[in-house]
């Protein structure tokens, strides 16, 4: 029987996995802390889906939204699957056990969101991902055939060939944080569902785990790295000085929730009355206001904190109905409330802060990753969810879209290695750097290189960008990688230098990409290339 390993366990592992476990796969699941310590448990806003397949004009109305959030970036026939497979998948997930919030006549309570023209998000009010990772882990820890790793850091794909990724993979050498051991665990077929890169930025709303591991991993066996430059900053995280970013749901914008500056909300509290979406600074960028996509709405604020040296604008809500938002968003409520802050009663300061990585490892509609070299399938490696590039997102993520994404091209990808079975290889693989091990020693202190890496992305490969800045930040991060290296080469492996290692590949990556475009589209905004339109 051929076993299958996953590395993650957000909603796109954890889904896979049961998916073949279900088929009769013996399936090994690694994450490098628990299994609810993903970026699918911290997603607040939900899951958009038409769940009636025979719904034309809502079919096409989420395809075209979609489209139109990609900046023309998007692979139309990759949305149109994505779009049309959700209902099935919803089903799925309820059937797992997944609850979401419904309406007092018993019908799905929706949503909607920044770029959506309908409303047709799915929720657990304000903590759908929580609720997904909850049901989904449940039903894993419960399966006989899926075998948990958790505080396993994967290092290094193994290759059946040395230097021949064309052959394929068959397995990795994986940090056991427990015992300090590196061990070599095999795989007829890796599915890489390792998430984002979040914390490559020192504002972010990812969880500590979204250091970018799959990419890095991934491009140093050879495999097609595309659209890094397109990196998502959400709108509206809460700036609260000496806390990190809390993530401020799009759905309270959907809800009414308005973002004004500091002159517009000084206008508004003389005169109440009026709607304050007709305050908004975000209509200088769209008429659409607080409720344009993810990349006009946070590049309107990143460009009026420029201009007004302020830390932050402001999510207003005291024109709407306290006790209402705080039924209906009561995880964010609660966190507000250990800061003072009350919905409905006081302006929440926000701002932008790293959120997503639409750009990622290329793959096809099977999820199989592709070589750099040649664009064919690499035997045995697949990627889903996150750090996978499918084509669904484009240049731009439309908000839900995530979640959606990610449990389709999981039950692709498992549909495909349930009708295509891995063959099992019962050949002895290498044992991780098998000559010097005794030579390694302990690493001195390296908080700094991260220091210096995060704050290269901040200021060097932000929401604006300069020529100028991201070839500054690629010399600097390719410096800091070569230093890093040679302390990871003498050095006994700890998930402190794993991680760097791949952060610093992965910000140089982006920062790369970024200076290779010619043209602005969606999330990548370089003010040179308007100064040459212009």
């Not at 938002?325 to 250990?338: G, N, V």
């Not at 639409?358 to 750090?387: C, Q, T, W, Y």
């Not at 549909?415 to 019962?426: K, T, V």
């Not at 492996?493 to 610093?504: A, C, D, Q, S």
Request: glycine share 8%; with cysteine.
């Amino acid at each position: 029987m051929p076993r299958v390993l996953i590395i993650g366990t957000g909603i796109a592992g954890l889904f896979a996995a049961l998916r073949l476990a279900n088929a009769g796969q013996m399936v090994t699941v690694l994450t490098k802390q628990r299994p609810k310590d993903s970026s699918t448990n911290w997603a607040q806003g939900g899951i958009a889906a038409i769940l009636d397949k025979t719904n034309v004009t809502e079919i096409d109305g989420h395809v075209t939204d979609t489209l139109r959030a990609g900046d023309g970036m998007c692979n139309k026939t990759v949305v149109q699957m994505v779009v049309e497979e959700a209902g099935g998948r919803i089903q799925d997930l309820l059937e797992i056990g997944v609850q979401f919030e419904k309406t007092t006549h018993g019908e799905f309570q929706l949503a909607q969101e920044g770029g959506h023209s309908s409303r047709r998000i799915l929720h657990a009010k304000d903590a759908t991902g929580r609720e997904i990772e909850r049901a989904l882990n449940d039903a894993a820890q419960r399966h006989p055939n899926i075998f948990m790793k958790p505080n396993t850091l994967a290092i290094d794909l193994i290759q059946k060939e040395h230097k021949f990724p064309e052959k394929g993979i068959c397995g990795v050498w994986a940090l056991d944080q427990d015992s300090g051991k590196v061990e070599t665990i095999a795989g007829d077929a890796v599915l890489l569902a390792t998430g984002g890169a979040g914390q490559l930025w020192d504002k972010t709303t990812n969880p500590s785990v979204a250091t970018g591991d799959g990419v890095a991993m991934a491009y140093r066996t050879g495999a097609c790295i595309e659209n890094m430059a397109y990196v998502q900053f959400h709108p509206t995280a809460l700036m609260v000085e000496g806390e990190r970013p809390f993530l401020i749901t799009e759905a309270l914008r959907g809800e009414g929730a308005v973002l004004l500056d500091h002159d517009g909300y000084t206008e508004w509290c003389k005169d109440k009355k009026r709607d304050p979406a007709e305050l908004s600074f975000t209509l200088s960028a769209s008429k659409e206001g607080s409720m344009a996509t993810r990349d006009i709405v946070a590049r309107a604020i990143d460009q009026r904190l420029a201009e007004t040296g302020k830390s932050h604008v402001w999510l207003v809500t005291q024109h709407l109905e306290s006790e209402r938002l705080k039924l209906r968003f009561p995880m964010i409520a609660e966190r507000l409330e250990t800061y003072g802050l009350t919905l409905g009663r006081d302006p929440l300061p926000v701002g932008p802060a790293a959120h997503y990585m639409v750009g990622g490892l290329k793959v096809d509609i099977h999820g199989r990753a592709l070589l750099a070299s040649n664009n064919h399938p690499i035997p045995g490696l697949f990627a889903i969810g996150e750090v996978a590039c499918t084509g669904m997102h484009g240049a731009n993520r439309l908000a839900s879209n995530s979640l959606l994404e990610a449990v389709v091209f999981a039950h692709q990808t498992s549909e495909y290695l349930i009708e295509n079975q891995p063959q099992s290889h019962p050949q002895q693989l290498p044992e991780w750097r098998s000559d010097g091990l005794d030579t390694l020693s302990e690493h001195g202190p390296i908080a700094h290189d991260r220091t210096t890496l995060n704050q290269t992305m901040r200021f060097e490969v932000g929401i604006s960008r300069k020529y100028s800045r991201l070839q500054r930040a690629i010399r600097r991060l390719s410096l800091l990688e070569q230093e890093i290296d040679a302390i990871w080469k003498a050095s006994i492996p700890t998930r402190e230098i794993v991680e760097l290692r791949n952060m610093i590949l992965v910000g140089r990556l982006v920062a790369e990409d970024a200076n290779d475009r010619t043209e602005n589209r969606g999330l990548h905004y370089n003010k040179d290339i308007i100064s040459v339109d212009g």
